[in-house]
């Protein structure tokens, strides 16, 4: 007969450990699991997915119902242990199980800690921890609009993402000087947290909470200094402790966690421990990663295979937080004796740590580019000594080239190496999926074996094993949908609404049988622009698709105002509009009026219940400053007053923003006209850009003055001012047409490729055609301000009493001047 084996916990490192096992000796043991949740085991670090609306419940899921049968698993959920009898080794629940084993394995993870506050027992103060969690706060965005995340850690971070998303103001109160403190250093924690505010996140620092404030249900917080935040829905993502309650009441020795040796044995004969709940040479973990290498330790103990037991883990954490990319590993901490290497690029935002001592790599933080976070976690576990020659790390051998590839990397990682942190995969097991069950794509080794299933940042290190196996030629291309939603690409997609006649966002996810039928923030305004484009007459917008900033037309800031960037034609401006904007920003308080880079005047601090009355007194158009669409046209005074100046640069520019205003794109589109080829506009790194020479213009393509800074291709040369509209026209056109959403030209040109473009635009008949689908566009566009000014539907939702939307300023694309 099968031994009897009974695990408490059915979460990620228990499940793992069991994975583990039944590929070692699938037939020693007869497996029960028992789950205090009512569900199956799913990915804990994918429930921020989930709040933010990117991911289902059944997305995040590991391991479904089937699983468990399949592998004639015995799966008790919504079952809460209260006894293990370690002496007649039975275990029993709340609900009246009593299951004898033979091995038993506490799974039981950790619990979330609760500041013990006045008042931390009023409805709406919550943990975030698990899916009960998740729905409550999905419930509470339905009707509150204040949230307040104590808590500036990983977990705290992603928890004020997922409520930004759901429609609620969120301020994160943090202790500490710096956000993540255990994962970041303090440059890496301010390069993150002007990111989040970007985003729309307040944070409070240095922070000490006092009580909780309300009767029934908070409404608010008070700091030890005596200063108040009001809050309607209080988050505590403070941390976490060790469950060991249980095994302390069997007699099993707990310190900080449960106890446990090399071969993770409790001090209970046939009582193991794995996961949070555990404690190995006085560490207990909180990464997964540490979580998956004992369940590989104690599988081998349990199926019969020698191993020299766990050692412990040198931690990494490679994360993606709210769509910024992190990592670090070892102690990057400048500790006495330690020596280290940065890079810090701000215009890019990437910023490289390597902490050495004694020569060797000990410690790492990666900001913004992590793809090198599998090379130094390598370097710190191999203790390679770089004495002398520490600048290779990062630049190369002579220090001025380029590190080694990922794929050197890959051919000298060990296969016991995890190489998927979300999920516990090592280089192993992707081996084995490509060499042993024929996998030829990313896509089809992360259904085999969920590498790069969750967050993604392996899918690199995934790619590059795949290669270094079975070789360039018999790589399969992996087709990927345009959101987890679906496995239809862009062009599918389009090409159905076009076949299909497809109106509506909902008519497409229902006819392309979408999974997730409600779709999510990535692919539902997607499908509303690519609506749009199609049938311009037809479709009617959405605004229910629409980022936060375009549904409120006005950019939402950390604070919950919005910012208010009227139309001003080409940088120019008449007395007249400037009275009339400085006697609004007295009249409503606005508390920072600004010149932006494009030559135009921001009005920010403008609470949402004012922002029609602002927009009528201004009486301006609105600038588009929040949407995907054109921006500004950004000109110099060309020859009407520069005496290098060579033709009108201030009336092209004026013409080409009023021909083009209102006209929605995948991106934001900036333009400028430079009077002659000093370029005192910066026309060549603009999406288009045209420079005065002598007898005509130049047109310049898929320039970029962001974060990714990329000088402008030379489309064209033309000589009148109606061939630059001619060609703005037909460009801007082809653009909408073929990129993708959510895509800058200066990314769309590179990939389509710029001979491409020329050549779709090289045909008098063809630039007459897309001119003419444009203008059709531009016929139907009308004001969004004067449509809310003229509305009273429309301006209800403008009411003080509806509070301000998500600021998800950070998929709509930052603030554009």
């Not at 583990?20 to 007869?30: A, E, I, S, T, V």
């Not at 399969?476 to 599918?492: F, N």
């Not at 003229?790 to 694309?813: H, I, N, Q, W």
Request: hydrophobic share 40%.
């Amino acid at each position: 007969m099968k031994s009897r084996l009974v695990m408490i916990g059915n979460g990620m490192a228990g499940v793992s450990f069991v994975e583990q096992l039944l590929k070692l000796n699938p037939n020693r043991y007869q497996i029960t699991i028992i789950g205090a949740e009512p569900h199956p085991n799913y990915n804990r670090i994918m429930l921020s997915s989930v709040l933010a609306g990117d991911a289902t419940m059944q997305d995040i899921v590991l391991n479904d119902w089937s699983w468990y049968e399949q592998n004639g698993i015995t799966l008790h959920t919504g079952q809460t242990v209260t006894e293990v009898n370690t002496t007649e080794q039975v275990v029993v629940t709340r609900e009246g199980l009593s299951l004898p084993y033979d091995e038993l394995v506490l799974a039981i993870g950790s619990l979330p800690f609760m500041l013990p506050l006045p008042g931390a027992d009023k409805e709406g103060v919550i943990a975030f921890r698990d899916i009960k969690d998740c729905e409550t706060m999905i419930e509470t965005a339905k009707n509150y609009r204040k949230a307040i995340v104590i808590g500036g850690g990983l977990l705290g971070i992603e928890a004020a993402r997922g409520l930004l998303n759901l429609g609620m103001e969120v301020s994160v109160v943090h202790i500490f000087k710096y956000l993540m403190e255990r994962q970041l250093d303090d440059t890496a924690s301010r390069l993150l947290q002007e990111e989040l505010e970007r985003q729309g996140m307040k944070f409070l620092l240095e922070q000490q909470s006092d009580s909780i404030l309300g009767e029934d249900r908070v409404k608010g917080l008070r700091f030890k200094d005596g200063t108040e935040e009001e809050a309607d829905l209080i988050v505590m993502a403070v941390g976490i402790r060790p469950n060991v309650q249980l095994a302390k009441d069997a007699g099993i020795e707990v310190n900080r966690g449960i106890v446990v040796n090399d071969y993770m044995q409790t001090s209970i004969p046939n009582v193991y421990s794995v996961g949070e709940c555990a404690e190995h040479r006085g560490m207990v973990y909180g990464l997964v990663a540490p979580l998956y290498e004992q369940g590989a330790i104690l599988a081998k103990k349990l199926a019969g295979v020698d191993s020299e037991g766990y050692q412990g883990s040198v931690l990494s954490t490679k994360l993606k937080v709210s769509g910024v990319n992190v990592f670090s590993a070892g102690d990057f901490a400048d500790a006495p004796g330690t020596k280290a290497l940065r890079v810090q690029d701000d215009l890019d935002g990437v910023y490289k740590k390597v902490v050495f001592k004694e020569g060797k790599v000990v410690g790492s933080v990666l900001f913004g580019d992590t793809s090198e976070g599998s090379r130094m976690f390598a370097l710190i576990r191999s203790g390679e000594d770089f004495s002398g020659r520490e600048k290779e790390v990062l630049f190369g051998a002579g220090g001025g080239g380029k590190p080694a590839s990922t794929a050197d990397l890959v051919a000298t990682m060990s296969l016991d190496e995890i190489v998927c942190g979300c999920n516990g995969v090592t280089k192993e097991t992707i081996v084995e999926a490509i060499t042993e069950k024929g996998c030829v794509s990313v896509q089809e080794i992360k259904a085999c074996t969920k590498a790069s299933g969750s967050c993604g940042g392996c899918k690199p290190l995934v790619e590059a094993i795949l290669l270094n196996t079975v070789g360039a030629d018999q790589v399969v291309a992996a087709k990927e949908g345009i959101c987890s939603c679906t496995a239809h690409t862009r062009d599918e997609v389009v090409a159905s609404i076009k076949e299909m006649h497809l109106t509506t966002t909902k008519e497409v996810m229902h006819v392309l049988e979408w999974s997730n039928p409600e779709g999510c923030s990535k692919c539902r305004p997607a499908i509303n622009y690519y609506l749009g484009m199609i049938y311009p007459e037809d479709h009617e917008d959405e605004p229910e698709s629409r980022f936060v900033n375009e549904r409120n037309h006005a950019n939402i800031q950390k604070d919950g105002t919005f910012s208010v960037v009227p139309r001003i034609y080409g940088g120019v401006t008449t007395p007249e509009d400037l009275k009339r904007i400085a006697t609004v920003a007295e009249k409503y308080e606005v508390p920072l009026v600004k010149i932006t880079g494009g030559q135009r005047i921001d009005l920010l601090g403008v609470k949402k219940e004012d922002l029609p009355n602002v927009w009528k007194e201004l009486d301006m158009p609105s600038g588009y400053a929040y949407g995907k669409s054109l921006r500004t046209v950004k000109t110099c005074v060309g020859n009407t007053f520069c005496r290098f100046g060579t033709q009108d640069a201030i009336k092209m520019g004026i013409d080409m923003e009023k021909r083009f205003e209102r006209l929605n794109t995948p991106h934001k589109v900036k333009l400028a006209v430079s009077g002659c080829p000093r370029n005192c506009a910066e026309a060549t790194i603009k999406d288009l850009g045209v420079v005065a020479i002598d007898g005509g213009w130049e047109i310049y393509v898929a320039g970029n003055g962001g974060t990714r800074v990329r000088a402008a291709d030379l489309l064209t040369k033309v000589k009148t001012e109606e061939e630059v509209l001619e060609w703005t026209g037909a460009y801007l056109q082809y653009y909408r047409e073929t990129a993708n959403f959510g895509e800058r030209t200066s990314e769309w040109s590179v990939r389509v490729g710029l001979d491409t473009i020329k050549a779709a635009l090289s045909e008098q008949s063809e630039r007459d055609a897309l001119v003419e689908r444009i203008d059709k566009t531009l016929g139907l566009t009308k004001d969004p301000w004067q449509q809310i000014i003229e509305s009273d539907e429309l301006r209800k939702a403008f009411d003080a009493l509806t509070g301000p939307v998500a600021p998800e300023a950070a998929a709509a694309g930052e603030p554009g001047a």
